[in-house]
């Protein structure tokens, strides 16, 4: 029969071993993130500057680009991604609403609620920014679904924001134009190349 510390021994081996699986995990994660930013345009892109044009083809090619989209939004850990941001330069964007995964193409605001609030935005684009950007708080948007279906969605709180986010994204509008100076002076020093040390040492 084994002892009382025996016992103890194994539980607490088992509690390692959950542990060690549960940091694994978190580790996966994180790589995974890092592969998704890094096919994920970045600041100093051309392509985040540039105007889409409306899709026009609802084919195989547009589905898997949703899939795609909506694969690397997750991966990324972000709530919205335009095709702007992978370089595609169609008005299209996926985003999250309550769990779920939505798409819009060529989506328009056709209503705004005069209320708007400022709040601290991110964006997968510009990494370790995070500015205040003042939006409205509720919007109504009409576009399209993947297969070319008319869509009209009220939608109002966070993903509000999100979307009026990812809809800039399609003008090559990016967060750091909708803030005040002073934000924008710290996220430019962020997004600035940092120097390689050594690299400019005198000869
Ligand atoms: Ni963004």
Do not use: W
């Not at 995070?130 to 509720?138: A, G, S």
């Not at 297969?147 to 986010?165: C, D, F, K, L």
Request: charge should be negative; aromatic fraction near 2%.
């Amino acid at each position: 029969m084994p002892s009382r510390h025996d016992h103890e021994h194994t539980h607490d081996h088992e509690q390692d071993e959950r542990q060690d699986a549960a940091e694994a995990a978190e580790l996966e994660r994180e790589a995974r993130r890092l592969i998704a930013l890094s096919r994920i345009r970045q600041y100093g892109d051309p392509a985040l500057r540039m105007k889409a044009r409306e899709v026009e083809d609802f084919d195989d090619d547009l589905l898997r680009l949703v899939e795609r989209m909506t694969t690397l939004m997750h991966e990324a850990q972000g709530v919205g991604l335009a095709a702007t941001q992978v370089g595609v330069l169609r008005r299209l964007f996926v985003y999250v609403d309550e769990d779920e995964d939505r798409v819009l193409l060529n989506p328009a605001i056709v209503t705004s609620s005069m209320e708007t609030a400022a709040e601290d935005e991110g964006c997968l684009s510009l990494r370790g920014v995070l500015v205040p950007v003042e939006r409205h708080i509720k919007v109504t948007l009409e576009g399209l679904d993947e297969r070319g279906a008319a869509v009209r969605t009220e939608i109002e709180g966070p993903t509000a924001r999100v979307v009026q986010h990812e809809l800039d994204h399609l003008d090559g509008v990016l967060i750091i134009d909708r803030t005040d100076d002073e934000s924008r002076r710290g996220a430019l020093a962020t997004l600035r190349p940092q120097p390689v040390l050594g690299a400019a040492a005198p000869r």
